[in-house]
């Protein structure tokens, strides 16, 4: 039992040591140490049980301690299989008392001292070994794959650096400081003849070093860690074009300095932030990815490359993501080539761009986005990042084009008032792609004429002459997800009405979705809001058999919703609840009712089902239960001449009696 609780307060152990070592990583210095007096943000991502690899390969090192700032050097071996990697971290402030208590509640299941406020000399040296073992099975962060710039795609995750097993050693300066005011002999069972002692948290004037006068301003408690491992980089073989790939996520005052095997023509050639993605959320299939070249940063992380014959290859990364900004992430890619740097040519318009007279068509009117950066991001080619580009488009002063922050496109577009519109790309020289213009309006509006809905149900489109015919598809839908079995297409030149099936809706709002494409027009699709509910309609219910046995009547029947919904049943005698109705799968049944306890007569059964929308029905059984009343006279036995038969004297009285008694048994009498 003991060595099963070493090994669960070992894991435990590796956790918090492990957010220390990998990723801790902020900003070198020499002696001037930050203060973090902010708020400690938690996020816990620990998850829960399973084994130290479990544990250990799914943290997310910053988010389990607040650090100060630290430093990694990282050289890449010249075969490229591997990196040689040394890190120091600093814990400063209050920062290391936070750490040093949590140290102490985990050592609880470790050594007989844990738990009591103080850690000592001899529980140092367990965190030290699984923190090492503990790191070998952490994400790195980085990865490395050589081919044609890219940023991912579908069944390729960047996450391919690893580090390698048994290779990774973790030392620690002053997590137990020896000049500590308050240091002590350890007082618990067990402990070793030279093992001291001191309390997580310092006193008052944070004397952790009894030889430093508080005068020289030095934190005395400050922890520094180091770690020395071997990083294994698969699939790279000469290095002469490979993208590198960050999770800068919750990292601040952090600094890479990577070394590259020397090579006088390795150039940078581009460099993204790209933002948003949500860390809390592993996709299956990455197919999400960006394009190459179009995200948009915030500059909030840098780098520095250098390419000398003194220095040799070497790139600082400098990553900076804000914990404030959770669970929104930030991913780095930094694409390296030795080919030579391309001609500064002129954007271009690219396949994906909207020929010149293209109608841009909105399905609302008002202030709204007519070009999304994902779509704008795709029309153009450039040697450098199409975010770099300045994209202009201009129309007159009614529409009001404007450029929004994330360089999507809005406009005020009317039913009926069409505009012109005119859209360019220019390069850090000067040079232009050339212009385009589009018509921007609203082709098409909508009305209904009943806000219930029917089947079919009629809806009237308004069509904006100046526009050119054009294919409308349709279908009503009560989600974001449009069941390609319900939609149907029309093309429209002229006003229509449409008459939409409403199959498989359910009770509640209805929804309509339209996508509208055609020669020259640039597809569009909007859900439409407008109003229309489906009301419910109440279950179906039927008697298929009822009847008695003795003085049990019991009845049974089937039932259905017309629109799927659940049902609930309830059953009365004469207005008084009667007992519960039983179900399975679509057949009802009552339970077994003793009408012999009722009143003589005529009795109403009612059974009711409701739906989930609270629509009902019933139905009525009438039950006379009249023939259970009725008297039965049982003629008394005539006896034989006693003489004659032999009986003791005496026995004709007792069937007498008896003939009395079952006459009285079988004869009902209700007061």
Known sequence: MSSVVKFVGKQYLALIITALMVLTVTIPGEKSYLSLEDEEVVFNQLGGGGSLEERCSSITFEDILPYTHAHFDIVVDDDWDSAEVKARAWINGTSVDLLREKLDSYLEELYPSGGDGWISTDEKSAVEAVASECIEYA?????????????????????????????????????????????????????????LEVPVFPNSERDCNTLIDASEGVDECRLELWMNATMVIPSIDDGDEFTLAFNASNMTNAVLDFTFPNNPDLRLDMWEECEGRDVEFEPSTHDDAPLRGTCIGDDSSNYIFENTEDEGTKFILMPHRSRDFWPSGEDIFVDFTTAPVPINNPPSWSENAPDDGTWFASLESGQIVWANW????????????????????????????????????????????????????????????GIRTWNLGVPISLTTSSEILLDPHPVSLQFNENWPEMTIQYAFTQSQNINSANIESLIISSDETILISS??????????????????????????????????????????????????????????????EDVQFSLSVDGLSAGSISVSGNSWSTPMINFGLWDEGEHEVKVIGCDVSSKCNEVIIMVNNSHLFESQIIDPI??????????????????????????????????
């Not at 360089?407 to 000067?430: H, P």
């Not at 006896?639 to 004869?667: A, K, N, V």
């Open 503 to 564: 199959n498989g809706m359910i009770p509640g709002l209805v929804d309509l979705w339209i996508e509208i494409n055609g020669d020259d027009l640039y597809s569009t699709e909007k859900i439409f809001s407008l109003g229309i509910t489906k009301e419910s309609s109440p279950p179906m219910i039927s008697v298929t058999e009822y009847g008695w046995e003795m003085d049990i009547w019991q009845a049974q029947g089937q039932f259905s919703d017309p629109d799927g």
């Open 139 to 195: 994400m790195t962060r980085i990865g490395l794959r050589e081919s044609t710039p890219h940023r991912g795609g579908v069944g390729l995750d960047w996450k391919n650096a690893t580090w390698q097993d048994n290779g990774v050693i973790i030392q620690e300066w002053n997590l137990v400081p020896s000049n500590h005011a308050d240091i002590r002999d350890c007082t618990a069972i067990g402990s070793s003849s030279d093992c």
């Open 638 to 671: 005539t006896p034989d001449d006693d003489s004659e038969s032999g009986l003791l004297p005496g026995f004709s009285m007792f069937l007498t009696i008896l003939s009395l008694t079952i006459g009285l048994i079988y004869s009902t009498r209700r007061d």
């Open 374 to 433: 994902n779509s704008v991001s795709s029309w153009f080619n450039d040697e450098k990042p199409i975010s770099q580009l300045e994209i202009n488009c201009s129309s007159d002063s009614s529409t009001n084009i404007n450029q929004l922050s994330d360089r999507s496109f809005s406009g005020t577009i009317t039913f009926g008032q069409d505009t012109q519109v005119m859209c360019e790309a220019i390069d850090d020289l000067g040079q232009s792609s």
